[in-house]
Every structure is written in structure tokens, then in C-alpha cells.
């Protein structure tokens, strides 16, 4: 046969990375897939403009990663199918809110569409046996190739000395002496091996996702069980804000900077909202009708965000314009309508 070609999943972490450098330094000719989700911790901060504690801005790990490896990268956007997959995953979810069986079955059936259309001969991945115990256990991983079709092509560098031999290895495409036999939730090996091939990299685990963050699931729960459903702009919203439900059952989501302003403020022709008059303050969508009673508590709430002082408060509710004069409410008064996840951190 000709030249080799491998497609490999590049999420940006130092294990797809590894995977990639690994088959790269066998002569393999890879093409890297990135699958956006909406659900990437690091590409939401970079979409806000936020900017990392040494004060540079956040870039899209994968981006990163391919630039540094020297690989075509192609992005591919299944954020809104993946909806679905989050509401309704067949395997259900981790320990939060992660589909994460559902998640690798669903890209693996992408990339071997792109992998057949375009030629190439086995899907690559960065999964190490037993990292997540929830998709990495060898019945798991077994599963996953089976639901996505691609038995026996999915190759994991990482980890393959510790896990039966697949097509590329048996037919002597890759050299099976030369990947690894890593297992278990530790990074040292990887990290050794990143300083080793100068590669740089953000954090181990890639641009993270949402999904799995407690707070996150906190409040895909709490939406559930108050309102009785979860709707796909939910799931962009709760990763933006304070969430702060109050006794009627509306929910304020406040803005936390400047970049969650901006956001924010795309929402103002679907939801209610309350802002500082002059415009020096937070923002914050109102989710719902609120009685008479509960307009001078979101003004306070506005206040109390808004430099901490008393100003002007201006709401659309329904077809009203309101403004009210916002005093700073109390934090203890405030805590009591926080979301919260399980080990009581904030929401």
C-alpha cells in the first residue's frame, strides 16, 4: 500500500498531543479533527475575551497543538446535534452531567465518516486505559468502537501495549514496539514525555469541558427538578454567571465581568433583563415573570453587584420599563438564593 494516513481526534491536551507526536515519529501522515461542542471551558473564556492570570488571552488548544505538531487541523462544529446527546444520552452520565460514552461514540462515528471519505486508513486517539472510569475501562472502550463501527481501527498510542492489538498494528502499519503501555489516572509519563519533545502545552487534560464541572451540574439539576426541563440555551447558560433563583421561582443570571456583560446581553430580545442606569454595573438576564415584590430585590441584587453602592436600576419586564432605586443587599440575604452544587460551593 501507499503512504499511511491516520485521522486523530486533537482535543488540545497533552495526551491526544503525545498520541499524534508518537504516530508522527513513525512516519504516519495524520490529519487532526477538533469537534466543537459549545461545552470547551477554554474556548468559552476565549469567545468572552477573558484573559488567563498572566494576562494573555486564551487561544483554542487544538489550534495550539497542531500549529506546534505541524498537522492539518480541521475544526468541526457538532455543537447542535450534540444537544441532544446531553439531554438524552443512551449511556447516561458521569458523575455530573457528562455523557461521556454517548460523547467518544458520537465523534468516532464523525471521524470515520471523514476517515472514508478522505481516504484515510484508522482513526487515532490520546485515551489512556482506566484515566476515566467512567469511558476508559477496556468493556467501555470495546463498546464505544463497536456503537461508533470501527472495531479494531481505533488505535490509542498511549495505551496500546495494554490493550489487544488493532487492524493497523496487525497489519503492520504501525510499529506496536514503539507506542506505550500507560494505564491509570497519572500524567507523569506523559508529562516526561512532553519535556522530552519540547512540547508545550496548557494543561493536561486539553481545554476541559463544562459537562463535567460541579457547579455546572448544579444547575442543569436544579433547572430540572424547578422548572421540569432543560433547554438547549440553558445549556449555554449555565456556564455564564451568578444563578440565583429566587422565591417566586424566577431566575437571575448576573453577570460576573465585563465579557459575561457582553454575552449577556445577545439574550435581551428573549428574556427579561435588569442593568445599572448609567451603565457602570453588572447585567443580568431574569428568567421568568416576577411578581410585584420581588422587582426591589432584583434591584438590590443589581446594586450589590454593581460597584456595591446604591444607583439607578432599570428593568424590562414583559412590556414594562421599570427603574427603581437599588440598594446593595446583604450577602447573607443573597446566599440563601444561590445555586449551589452538592459540596456547597457557590454557583
Known amino acids: 500500500m501507499g503512504k499511511v494516513r491516520a485521522v486523530a481526534l486533537l482535543s488540545g491536551g497533552l495526551d491526544s498531543t503525545l498520541a499524534v507526536r508518537l504516530l508522527l515519529d513513525q512516519g504516519i501522515e495524520i490529519k487532526a479533527l477538533h469537534f466543537y461542542t459549545g461545552f470547551c471551558i477554554t474556548e468559552h473564556k476565549r469567545r468572552l475575551g477573558l484573559k488567563r492570570e498572566d494576562g494573555q488571552h486564551y487561544v483554542n488548544p487544538a489550534l495550539k497543538a497542531a500549529a506546534q505538531l505541524g498537522v492539518p487541523l480541521e475544526i468541526v462544529d457538532i455543537s447542535e446535534e450534540y444537544y441532544d446527546i446531553v439531554l438524552n444520552p443512551k449511556f447516561g452520565y458521569g458523575k455530573n452531567v457528562n455523557p461521556c460514552v454517548d460523547c467518544r461514540i458520537f465523534m468516532l462515528k464523525k471521524a470515520k465518516e471523514i476517515m472514508e471519505r478522505e481516504g484515510y486508513h484508522f482513526v487515532v486517539t490520546g485515551e489512556v486505559l482506566y484515566q476515566r472510569p467512567m469511558s476508559q475501562t477496556p468493556q467501555r472502550l470495546k463498546l464505544i468502537e463497536r456503537e461508533a463501527g470501527l472495531e479494531g481501527y481505533v488505535l490509542r498510542p498511549l495505551s496500546a501495549k495494554v490493550l489487544p492489538p488493532t487492524i493497523p498494528e496487525i497489519k503492520g502499519w504501525v510499529d506496536r514496539s514503539k507506542l506505550l503501555g500507560i494505564k491509570g489516572r497519572s500524567r507523569k509519563v506523559q508529562i516526561e514525555l512532553a519535556k522530552r519533545y519540547g512540547l508545550e502545552y496548557e494543561q493536561p487534560a486539553g481545554g476541559c469541558c463544562y459537562l463535567t464541572d460541579e457547579t455546572y ?66 447585567f443580568a438576564l431574569i428568567k421568568g415573570d416576577p411578581p410585584e415584590e420581588e422587582l426591589q430585590i432584583i434591584a438590590d441584587i443589581i446594586a450589590r453587584y454593581s460597584k456595591r453602592e446604591q444607583c439607578e436600576v432599570c428593568m424590562k419586564v414583559g412590556e414594562r420599563e421599570i427603574t427603581l432605586i437599588g440598594t446593595p443587599a446583604d450577602d447573607s440575604f443573597i ?3 444561590k445555586i449551589y452544587h452538592k459540596q456547597g460551593v457557590k454557583g
Do not use: M, Q, W
Open 217 to 282: 451540574a448544579a444547575r442543569f439539576r436544579e433547572a430540572f427538578a424547578v422548572e421540569g426541563k432543560v433547554t438547549r440555551e440553558d445549556l449555554v447558560l449555565f456556564a455564564v454567571g451568578r444563578h440565583i433563583r429566587l422565591p417566586s421561582g424566577v431566575k437571575l443570571i448576573v453577570a460576573r465581568n465585563e465579557g459575561e456583560v457582553r454575552f449577556l446581553r445577545g439574550f435581551r430580545s428573549r428574556y427579561n433583563y435588569a442593568y445599572r442606569k448609567d451603565g457602570k454595573g453588572t
Open 335 to 337: 446566599e440563601r438564593f
